[in-house]
């Protein structure tokens, strides 16, 4: 629970809650049904084959190269998240303490490293359970600010069902449009494939229960994420919610990144900006008292009434949208950083701006507890592949355990930088939460799809299985380049095209190889 607890949970899933609502909770549905299919199959399976890394099997089961070949693939996607990983809470340090960017990225990144290089994977699992204490009080203490931060004719009930009028409180959409990201069925079953991709093939989650005491172990510690992610999930969500509702009677920026703001202030753009602002801040306070009305009127159960207030309000959020729209493209225009988007500052800048200073420090911590813990799982395991299926396969093959334990405190070390490297221009990418799962979902599909060759499929081949897992990177490649289908569905076509893929150049009963024919 720990390490999949990230910073980017914390900032990217809170600001995802601010700008959208409660709909990412669908993207957890297929977890728990995930969780049993691995706990019946793959947990069990991975034991009993004696294997330090998840690619290692493959070997046994087909041959090097495909080996070789997901152990590089799951370096690389693997590599680019534990970047993004970095890059939230780096946001928020650079906002505490008035610090650049990079600055900060190495200041997590690098202590991180040094204790993961250090302790290995005992360190990095006994840090994440104390870790995960610290995350879970900041979370709560900052809900229950926000609930108080309320106006005192304001009850939670009545700011709630404002909120509801933007549609931040709907969490299940059944609409089926593969264009559309968050939908109970891009959940169930994108979601499915993504979640059996990540705890199924995923070296940083299969050394969880490779590292387990038994069998009944690893299942257990699947099965208990799988159950309690999704509320925990909801909650942080929420969390966003509520700062979106705390805004709706507080004066919010304008803009969320400070460095931004104070750049458009002082910059060839001033007198534009200050014009805007202030439209910003006339068109707030006329939303503020309809706000105010629609819950009152909630309250008192005026139907009429309800429809009147609800009416002015979205159209005077639609008028504050607008106006923020404008203020980001004087962004893009200054810095020509056409991706830009503050939503990963939502949280941030709420925490150091309307918190004590004793709950900022809370907060703080539990951000950086929740990079931390999820930072050092990654170096680890992005560590044991390398050795392991790259450096002890292929090159030295025949050293002494010191070796080894050498060589993987430098590939530690060497992914800690590639790491702080990709978190520089992370944040440039939108809304973190979805930065991730965007890369992992490149990969996950066609890695998951060679598993399910190698463990469902008796006749597949080793031919069928590399050239498959090619051949599903190449289709999701281009489905991702040229469609706009969502993400979620790009594991969806990875898997189902190395599966075919593998399946025609299976072996027949007799034993000959289908592509011998």
């Not at 977890?31 to 330090?52: C, D, E, G, N, W």
């Not at 190269?65 to 340090?93: E, Q």
């Amino acid at each position: 629970m720990a390490t999949q607890l990230s910073a980017i949970t914390l900032v990217g899933t809170t600001g995802q809650g601010y700008a959208d609502g409660m709909r990412f909770t669908q993207f957890y549905f297929g977890l728990p049904v995930a969780m049993i299919i691995l706990s019946v199959t793959v947990v069990p399976f991975f034991h009993r084959s004696q294997v330090y890394t998840a690619y290692e099997y493959l070997e046994q089961r087909f041959d090097l190269r495909t080996r070789t070949l997901t152990s590089a693939l799951f370096l690389v996607s693997r590599g680019l998240s534990c970047g993004v990983i970095i890059a939230a809470p780096a946001v928020i340090l650079s906002i505490v303490l008035d610090w650049n960017l990079t600055v900060t990225i190495l200041a997590i990144g690098v202590p991180t490293t040094a204790y993961t290089m250090i302790g290995g994977i005992q360190a990095v699992t006994w840090a994440d359970v104390r870790q995960i204490f610290v995350i879970i009080v900041g979370v709560g203490a900052t809900v229950l600010t926000l609930v108080f931060g309320f106006p005192d004719d304001i009850s939670l009930e009545q700011a709630l069902h404002v909120a509801g009028t933007t549609g931040r409180l709907r969490t299940i959409d059944f609409t089926f449009d593969l264009n559309e990201t968050y939908t109970f069925w891009s959940g169930m079953i994108g979601g499915l494939f993504l979640m059996l991709s990540y705890f199924g093939c995923d070296q940083s989650q299969v050394q969880r229960y490779l590292t387990a005491k038994s069998v009944n172990d690893g299942r257990h510690s699947l099965l208990m994420s799988g159950f309690v992610k999704i509320p925990l999930q909801a909650m942080i969500l929420f969390t966003g919610v509520l700062v979106f509702v705390f805004y709706l009677f507080t004066p919010p920026p304008m803009l969320f990144n400070p460095v931004h703001d104070s750049q458009l202030r002082t910059g060839s753009k001033a007198l534009a900006y200050a014009e805007l602002e202030e439209e910003f801040t006339e068109i707030f306070h006329r939303r503020r008292e309809a706000a105010r009305s629609a819950a009152m009127m909630s309250a008192r159960g005026d139907a009429e009434g309800i429809t009147q207030t609800h009416t002015l309000f979205a159209a005077l959020d639609t008028e504050m949208n607008s106006v923020r729209q404008k203020a980001i493209s004087f962004v893009k225009k200054v810095t020509g950083d056409q991706n830009y988007n503050d939503i990963n500052y939502v949280f941030p800048t709420f925490v150091t701006t309307q918190l004590p200073i004793g709950l900022v420090g809370l907060i703080v911590a539990a951000i950086f507890a929740a990079a931390m813990s999820s930072i050092s799982s990654e170096l680890n395991a992005l560590s044991t592949a390398t050795v392991i299926d790259i450096y002890k396969r292929r090159f030295r093959s025949h050293k002494k355990d010191k070796h080894y334990l050498l060589v993987s405190k430098i590939a530690t070390g060497i992914w800690g930088g590639f790491a702080c490297l990709v978190a520089n221009f992370a944040v440039t990418l939108g809304s973190l939460i979805e930065v991730v799962n965007r890369f992992g979902s490149f990969f996950y599909g066609s890695l998951l799809g060679v598993f399910v060759l190698a463990i469902g499929v008796r006749t597949s081949t080793s031919r069928g299985a590399f050239w498959g897992l090619i051949m599903g990177m190449g289709v999701v490649a281009t489905v991702a380049l040229l469609t706009n289908i969502s993400f979620l569905w790009h594991n969806v076509v990875g898997t189902v095209t190395v599966v075919c893929v593998g399946f025609a150049l299976r072996k027949d009963r007799s034993g000959v190889s289908k592509e011998g024919h």
